[in-house]
């Protein structure tokens, strides 16, 4: 076991190394020059050499890939060419709010999407059920920047206009308070909801159809009981591995999110940051976002051998 | 066994992610907001963008400007109204020598550190510019400046190159303002983080991407302002800037969106107001080319996009027609008759020249720079569909846009491109100049690549001579020129709408998009 | 979506490609059929098809003809979804948009399945070392949460519809790679492959005979699921205004464009979203109702 971890986490190394080089060499495809934005468009071309001379912009790719590396090995993210600040403190500013984000929106998409998915397997093949899953497809193919939108309008909008209020009910865009987090929480919650709802289901009925539970029902278990003890306690194992998955899925998600809302995490810093060729933070915020999801999956692999014992450790 | 093991890996699970949502937390409260109803005085302003950092020497954009420009001061003033007024100077006057000026300081003025304000401090601050390694875009201003020296402790001798006459509106740029030589030696990561100025008010503190607080200044040299705390609050979405100012936690509201300025106006809590704006919005021909080689084909165009029905539709009326190659507010305009939407014309000039219908142009434009730029850029694209012209749009973003702009001849890519251009010294010279003149062409800012030998004598000489009226007419000369060759297409220029609280007074929306609180106050 | 559905497919894929298609497709069939849900799906699909390839005739209006004087008005009889914010007729840069929409969903999922498929059919049947080296890769490709990487490479390769395409394409690369690899894996190890070998057969004949008809059924179903995903993607990318130029009626631009009137004329946002949210459905339903009719265990 502890070997397979082992072997799991160095496979990360490999795969981090690849994905940090997909990053530096890509982003530097593009003319865009990051030293424009520095020096204003006012700057004269001896000044913008010079700020790329600064900024180490004038050496050869390997180079500046090597050195990179090196100072990522050292803990040194860079500096942030919009704001002359070091990039590991941009994300340490905004990453709180990221996570925060992503946290209460999992736990929003937990706490309804499971209750629809065990309602639809235990009333499988009902019109309960069908329109629980419905309603959970509906929830995957919404673009969930149009559900933010629709959410500021239907907050901002349509519910005051009922009312009679001048007011909108939330705060549209920003953070700060608990108000600000509802609506992106929900647009946020709402893909990985779906998604829960419909691996539930799909667990939940393999689960109740066991021999187990049949004869947990012939020994007079109550119903509920039978459901909520045997049933879903049972069939959770597979739904905490997609919860794990949904984590790293939502981190992506969070960068449309977080522009409908003008949330400050980082996937609002990473949007800006492209629009301004800011080549550090953009290096930067894709490979918290990527180690955060790798490390993440390896969690999710290891639980769910340590759960589930079938797994063979190979 | 197997329920026991699920449990420990949830409760790890939550675990972990709870642990990451406990991680230190930027301050939640909005800063300044729970102002006590007693007591200090605070001005909140919702901003749309952080600033850059605090090196007034260093920072570009008008946002980084409006809050620093409460800490540091120039040695000019340009008031709103486009006059010159002494600050931190008392005068500027040519010197005996050619190409002299000595310039006179005031006196019994100290930075908010205890340093006293003088002459070595003007020339550290003009040579800090100056010199290439700091990086200063803003140096071109004083470029002509050869030497600083010090005369005694409150005056000082600018030795140029040639005659200036704008110098003293130069001066007037906030990117020239005196940062305390006691700073200045500290470096340019101390300058970033830190302000020692002679301004109204100090830096309290700065929570990056949230909000920047000021402090006024105890021991300013000038008439204490009344508001004792300012606060720039970083607030990018457009509708929640306008959400926090009807709701009162914000005292002012930046860049109110045009299609909202209406309704927000009839908040009997909030007034906005409308700033004439520096900022001319053009799309420039490059003339050296095909088929815009062709004055007709530039006039063609000219009369094909209908500018009025772009503003008045498209904006609301927050924006203003261009009848000149600048705006009013700036020293040497002169209107034109405007080149009204007329089809036939077009369809007219287009045939003359041999471009028949059907012809693909390429339009570049930035997105996100200007206001609804993108749009803009769409719709003249629609209208000269009219004329029977196929334009194709190209995006590109601003750091891309302006390297490709400004590529040099050969290089040079640009059939038609949209720009903006912005003259914080109010000053026909740097509203043309760099536009016009021959010697500016990429990777200077005459983008079109236009040359009229009359035009840039005309400018040369205006610029060296110093009597205003004589100025004022060689300008409206040239722009005269320049109307009629139309090497743009003459769009509009930007009105600065802002949304401010009705009992806040004396707040001042600058046509150089600066906000200036140290005369405000609030009932 | 993506990343959950890519892995349950490649899973089943394995069972699937057990059985010989053909003699399935009219069960498949039948059992499509019966499925209301798979029906809706068809159905949905189906029109969105069909409007994208006569949007021309049923554009009631020139999608490019602008008014200023009508910009921004609400739906009415004259425009029934009302007019964008240069006085364009909605309804018909919407028809318009689904032409486009069709376009990058094909084009996308083809690159994903032209250069992903091969990729996993040379890494299942060759192992060893070229497999190793080629899952690593697809290893890699997989470390991004799939919108972060279609982000970064149209940043890097210059905001276009095109260059949105190809970005799209390429993130479900290693979706087809896996899924690929397990089909051929299986196979690899069914008896009448080893049969072939033995008589001789060149490894190529195995793959196009034997290998490739059975790892159809998957890759389709993959494919009617990864359509929904990308047109959902690229309308995320033009929704950050990394797709389309302003004037191109790309659904996601749309959104993009009508977002700083929501308060004043939310229909301009509200009806794009609203064509996406049906046509991404229709797909996820038909490749639901796919999935389980080609593998009769997984119906319910």
């Avoid at chain 1, 919009?82 to 990221?98: Q, Y």
């Avoid at chain 1, 159809?209 to 045997?230: C, L, M, Q, W």
């Avoid at chain 2, 010279?429 to 840039?456: K, T, W």
Wanted: aromatic share 8%.
């Amino acid at each position: 076991m502890t070997q397979y971890i082992l072997r799991r986490f160095l496979w990360a190394i490999p795969v981090l190394l690849g994905a940090s080089f997909l990053v530096f060499w890509s982003i530097r495809w593009v003319p865009g020059d990051p030293a424009i934005a520095i020096a204003g468009e006012l700057a004269t071309p001896e000044l913008v050499e010079k700020v790329r001379a600064e900024l180490g912009l004038d050496q050869p790719l390997p180079i500046q890939y090597g050195i990179y590396l090196g100072r990522m090995l050292r803990g040194d993210m860079g500096t942030s060419v919009r704001s002359g600040l070091p990039v590991f403190e941009e994300i340490r500013i905004r990453l709180p709010r990221t996570l925060q984000l992503t946290f209460f929106s999992l736990l929003f998409a937990a706490a309804i999407g499971i209750p629809i998915g065990v309602l639809s397997a235990t009333r499988a093949n009902t019109w309960i059920d069908a329109l629980s899953m419905i309603f959970a497809l509906l929830g995957v193919s919404m673009p969930i920047f149009w559900l933010g939108l629709m959410l500021i309008v239907f907050f901002a909008l349509t519910l005051p206009s009922w009312l009679g209020l001048n007011q909108p009910i939330l705060p549209p865009t920003g953070a700060g308070t608990w108000q600000h987090l509802v609506m992106p929480t929900i647009a946020l919650a709402a893909n990985s909801m779906a998604i829960q709802a419909r691996m539930t289901r799909a667990s939940m009925l393999e689960v109740l159809r066991s021999d187990y539970i049949r004869t947990a029902r012939a020994k007079g278990v109550p119903e509920f009981s039978v459901v909520y003890n045997h049933g879903l306690r049972n069939a959770l194992i597979p739904i905490v591995t997609v919860i794990g998955l949904q984590f790293g899925t939502l981190l992506g998600g969070a960068v449309l999110t977080e522009t409908v809302f003008a949330w400050p995490g980082i996937g609002r810093l990473l949007v800006d940051s492209i629009g301004y060729r800011d080549y550090p933070v953009i290096q930067g915020t894709v490979l918290v976002i990527t180690v955060g999801f790798v490390l993440v999956n390896i969690l999710v692999d290891v639980l769910y051998a340590y759960l589930d014992p079938r797994i063979r450790y190979t | 066994m197997r329920t026991t093991r699920f449990w420990i890996v949830l409760l790890t699970l939550m675990g972990l992610a709870l642990s990451a949502c406990v991680a230190p937390m930027p301050a939640v409260e909005a800063p300044g907001a729970p102002a006590p109803a007693v007591g200090p005085k605070t001005l909140t302003i919702a901003s749309g963008t952080d600033i850059e950092n605090m090196n007034v020497h260093r920072v570009t954009s008008s946002p980084s400007f409006s809050v620093l420009e409460h800490i540091y001061e120039t040695l000019f003033y340009m008031n709103p109204e486009g006059e010159l007024e002494p600050l931190l100077a008392e005068s500027l006057e040519p010197g005996e020598e050619e190409h002299t000026f000595i310039l006179k300081l005031r006196q019994g003025v100290n930075f908010s550190d205890g340093t006293p304000f003088n002459a070595e401090a003007v020339k550290m601050n003009l040579e800090y510019v100056l010199n290439p390694d700091n990086g200063s875009a803003f140096a071109f201003l004083i470029s002509r400046i050869q030497e600083i020296e010090v005369v005694d402790d409150y005056t000082v001798k600018l030795i140029l190159d040639s005659d200036f006459a704008p110098l003293a509106a130069h001066l007037s740029h906030g990117a020239l303002a005196m940062v305390a030589p006691s700073a200045l030696e500290q470096g340019n990561d101390f300058l970033a983080n830190n302000a020692i100025g002679t301004g109204p008010y100090m830096l309290e503190r700065w929570d990056r991407a949230e909000s920047v607080t000021l402090v006024r200044n105890p021991n300013y040299w000038g008439d204490p302002p009344a508001i004792d705390r300012l606060v720039f609050k970083v607030v990018q979405e457009d509708g929640a800037r306008l959400v926090e100012v009807e709701a009162g936690t914000v005292d002012v509201a930046v860049r109110v969106p045009p299609a909202e300025a209406a309704r927000v106006d009839a908040n009997p809590n909030v007034d906005v107001i409308t700033t004439p704006g520096l900022r001319t919005i053009y799309i420039f021909f490059n003339v050296t080319r095909e088929p815009f080689d062709d004055v007709r084909v530039r006039q063609a165009i000219n009369y094909a996009v209908d500018v009025e029905a772009i503003v008045n539709q498209l904006f609301n009326g927050a924006a203003r027609v261009s009848d000149a190659p600048f705006a009013p507010p700036i020293f040497g305009y002169k209107p034109n008759p405007p080149y009204a939407r007329d089809l036939e014309k077009a369809r007219a000039l287009l045939a003359e020249a041999g471009v028949p219908e059907g012809t693909s142009l390429v339009l570049y434009h930035p997105t996100g720079r200007y206001v609804q730029d993108a749009l803009v850029a769409d719709a003249v694209r629609a209208q000269l569909r009219e004329v029977g012209l196929e334009v194709e749009l190209r995006t590109l973003e601003w750091p891309q846009y302006v390297p490709f702009v400004r590529a040099p001849a050969g290089e040079n890519q640009v059939q038609f491109a949209m720009l903006g251009w912005s003259t914080p010294t109010m000053d026909a010279d740097y509203a043309l100049y760099a536009l016009f003149h021959s010697s500016e062409h990429p990777p200077g800012f005459n983008g079109a690549f236009y040359s009229n030998p009359e035009v840039d004598r005309l400018l040369d000489e205006a610029r060296t001579t110093v009597d205003p009226e004589v100025r004022r007419e060689l300008y409206a000369q040239a722009i005269d020129i320049i109307w009629e060759e139309a090497p743009w297409l003459f769009l509009y220029s930007e009105v600065q709408l802002t949304a401010i609280r009705t009992n806040v007074e004396g707040f001042i929306v600058h046509p150089n998009e600066r906000l200036i609180a140290t005369y405000a106050d609030k009932k | 979506m993506t990343a959950s559905s890519g892995s349950i497919t490649a899973r089943q894929g394995g069972d699937v490609a057990l059985r010989a298609p053909r003699s399935n497709l009219s069960m498949t069939l039948r059992r499509l059929s019966r499925s209301p849900g798979a029906i809706l799906g068809a159905t949905l699909v189906a029109m969105f098809i069909l409007i994208g390839i006569f949007a021309p005739v049923l554009a009631p209006y020139d999608f490019e003809a602008a008014d200023f004087v009508k910009v921004r008005q609400p739906p009415s009889a004259e425009h029934w979804l009302g007019t964008d914010e240069l006085g364009r007729d909605l309804l018909s840069r919407l028809l318009y948009g689904a032409r486009l929409s069709l376009v990058v969903g094909l084009i996308s999922v083809g690159i994903g399945v032209l250069i992903g498929a091969p990729l996993g059919l040379i890494s299942g049947y060759a192992g060893g070392r070229v497999d190793q080296v080629i899952m690593r890769l697809m290893d890699i490709l997989l470390a991004f949460p799939s919108i972060l990487l279609a982000i970064l490479m149209v940043a890097a390769f210059g905001p276009s519809l095109t260059n949105a395409m190809i970005a799209i394409g390429v993130v479900s690369i290693p979706v087809y790679a896996r899924l690929m690899r397990g089909s051929t894996l299986s196979i690899k190890e069914e008896l009448y492959i080893e049969a072939s070998r033995s008589v001789g057969t060149p490894s190529h004949h195995i793959l196009t005979r034997h290998v490739l008809p059975n790892t159809i059924a998957p890759i389709v179903v993959q494919s009617t699921l990864q359509i929904a995903v990308a047109i959902q993607a690229s309308a995320a990318l033009g929704f950050l205004g990394l797709g389309a130029p302003p004037d191109v009626p790309e659904w996601g631009n749309m959104l993009q464009k009508g977002r700083t009137y929501i308060l004043s004329a939310p229909h301009i946002v509200v009806f794009p979203g609203l064509a996406i949210m049906l046509v991404v459905l229709g797909f996820n339903l038909m490749g639901d109702g796919l999935r389980d009719a080609l593998d009769p265990r997984m119906a319910r």
